[in-house]
């Protein structure tokens, strides 16, 4: 007779054999999030350790994998997006709610008008 916590598990199918398509990246990804990562590391919003959790997060490769026919611009263009999204991200982790709703607040102004300014590093990374 089994115990009750031997029957608990789960047996996930095999779903990439399932799936029809050959995975592969775009043919700009080492340019391209060489470039994207040099961006967002000029604007200098990390801390050594948050800088090293930026890189090892691999956002472009996520990039090049979702989007693999993208030419260049195209695909700088989401790879510079991702970043942006995991600099704020980060950024309002270390924040205050309302320093954090103000960084969050920042970014959608940009983003619903381009010539939106405050001054900050946020709104103009956004901008960009």
């Not at 967002?40 to 693999?68: H, M, W």
């Not at 970043?83 to 980060?90: I, P, R």
């Amino acid at each position: 007779m089994s115990s009750p916590a031997s029957s608990r598990h789960f047996v996930l199918p095999d779903l990439l054999s399932l799936c029809p398509y050959k995975p592969s990246t775009n043919p700009h990804y080492t340019r391209g999030a060489a470039e994207s990562r040099a961006w967002i590391n000029a604007y200098d919003v990390f801390t050594d350790r948050k800088r090293a959790f930026f890189v090892q997060g691999c956002n472009e490769l996520l990039v090049s994998y979702t989007y693999p026919y993208a030419a260049y611009e195209q695909f700088r263009t989401c790879c510079d997006f991702v970043n942006l999204l995991f600099v704020v991200d980060e950024v309002s982790d270390e924040q205050s709610g309302a320093d954090a709703r103000r960084t969050g607040e920042i970014f959608l102004n940009v983003i619903r008008d381009p010539l939106w300014d405050d001054g900050s590093k946020m709104a103009k990374m956004t901008r960009e």
